[in-house]
């Protein structure tokens, strides 16, 4: 499978595998299953910044937002599982979140930043990945039904990065955002054996 005409994520390092498309077309019950669960911890992410930072106004108007365009989607996701008969049921993670966040420094204001710019690349993956599933999902309604969040999530990844940009100097962004982006390649590099999301 050709993925030459794919649109690039800029502050992505490194673009899908073409094996991940073919493990998930083949098991689009399991993704739409790990689908809803990235929109509630979607969502989840976002509350916590609005907690931990709630004195940042323009950051808690704009994570206001997403918290609730994400708990939009998370029951979007779920009419569709209800749709194909797919149990809300707990489902095991693949190790690319808990890498990623393990990442962030936990002294302020690292912290702040390093949380924004782990947001902004696994919202910047998902673009990239759930316009990958309505580009080659064989199912019509699945496929426009993915297509229609893709702007949503870049929508997203670019909040996060606007909120970094704001709030630190842009040269310490992009050294930082440059150095988890390569990371976040790093851990995508190998096939997660269980199909989701971000396997």
């Known amino acids: 499978m050709s993925l030459s005409a ?3 994520i800029n502050i992505l390092k490194q673009p899908t595998q073409s094996a991940w498309i073919e493990q998930a077309i083949a098991n689009l019950d399991i993704i739409l ?13 976002a509350l916590n910044l609005m ?3 709630p004195s940042y106004a323009p950051l ?3 994570l206001t937002a997403i918290a609730q365009e994400e708990l939009d989607h998370f029951e979007q996701v ?12 707990p489902l095991a993670s ?20 390093d949380s924004l710019l782990v947001s902004a690349l696994i919202e910047a993956r998902s673009h990239e990945r759930l316009g990958l599933l309505g580009e080659y999902c064989p199912e019509p309604e699945l496929a426009k039904f993915y297509r229609s969040l893709t ?17 630190f100097e842009r040269e310490l962004v992009r050294q ?3 150095e988890l982006a390569a990371i976040e390649s790093q851990i995508l590099s190998s096939l997660y054996p269980e199909p989701r999301i971000h396997s």
């Open 6 to 8: 794919l649109t690039k």
């Open 33 to 45: 299953l790990d689908h809803s669960h990235c929109e509630r911890k979607a969502a989840g992410v």
């Open 51 to 53: 907690f931990r930072y």
């Open 60 to 62: 808690v108007r704009k």
């Open 78 to 89: 779920n009419q569709w599982l209800d749709r194909r008969g797919i149990p809300l049921a």
């Open 94 to 113: 693949p190790p690319y979140g808990a890498r990623l966040k393990a990442q962030i420094r936990r002294d302020e204001p690292q912290r702040l930043l």
């Open 151 to 167: 702007a949503s999530e870049a929508r997203h990844y670019g909040t996060y990065w606007i909120l970094a940009d704001s709030y």
């Open 176 to 178: 930082r955002l440059d």
